[in-house]
């Protein structure tokens, strides 16, 4: 196995923008670190748990893949723009806590993510499954994966409570952006 090629893979999937790491943003700049990391771990516990999935599912998941990716894409595009939604008609002056900031929606969001769902469909098989196949080397590829996944959430959590302060002076500028990415990530799926 190329450990190199695959921890790049792992890197770009999980670090870089996409509809789970922009809503963590969002939850830091509305609502604080806190709920942000809570938020993170029910993502982390959705992640590992898709990375389990794939591995379990691989050969069976390879013959219905097209069909299950087209309603993925249907159900998380609609998701996304829900939260997309959610996020720029946040009005922060009201603490009320939104239903976004939850460690069940941040699980959830794994499974309705469609960046999430192709990047585990695609890691392991690709680069685990060809080089090994015991239970144990599987095991200890998607901790390390899930590990690198919830230091990429962390990243974000961590960003955003470092620019809070200039976040929440541009407040419904960053929504408004937020949303919009999200929106974007949204409209990309069917790019």
Do not use: E, R
Request: charge should be positive.
């Amino acid at each position: 196995m190329d450990t190199t090629s695959f921890l790049i893979y792992c890197m770009i999937a999980t670090f870089t923008p996409g509809p789970t790491n922009i809503v963590i943003l969002s939850i830091v700049h509305n609502f604080g670190a806190k709920k942000a990391i809570k938020y993170s771990y029910g993502a982390t516990i959705g992640f590992g748990l898709l990375l389990v999935i794939s591995a379990l599912l691989n050969t069976i998941m390879i013959t219905i893949i097209p069909k299950i990716l087209i309603v993925m894409q249907i159900i998380g595009s609609i998701y996304m723009f829900y939260l997309a939604y959610q996020i720029y008609k946040t009005d922060t002056s009201n603490p009320i806590v939104n239903q976004t900031t939850t460690f069940l929606s941040g699980f959830l969001m794994q499974f309705l993510n469609p960046k999430t769902i192709l990047f585990t469909l695609t890691v392991i098989p690709s680069f685990i499954m060809p080089y090994y196949s015991t239970i144990s080397a599987l095991t200890i590829s998607i901790i390390v994966i899930t590990m690198i996944g919830l230091s990429a959430f962390t990243t974000w959590v961590l960003f955003g409570a470092v620019f809070k302060k200039l976040l929440q002076k541009y407040n419904k500028t960053v929504n408004m952006m937020m949303a919009l990415f999200l929106a974007y990530a949204a409209i990309m799926i069917w790019m």
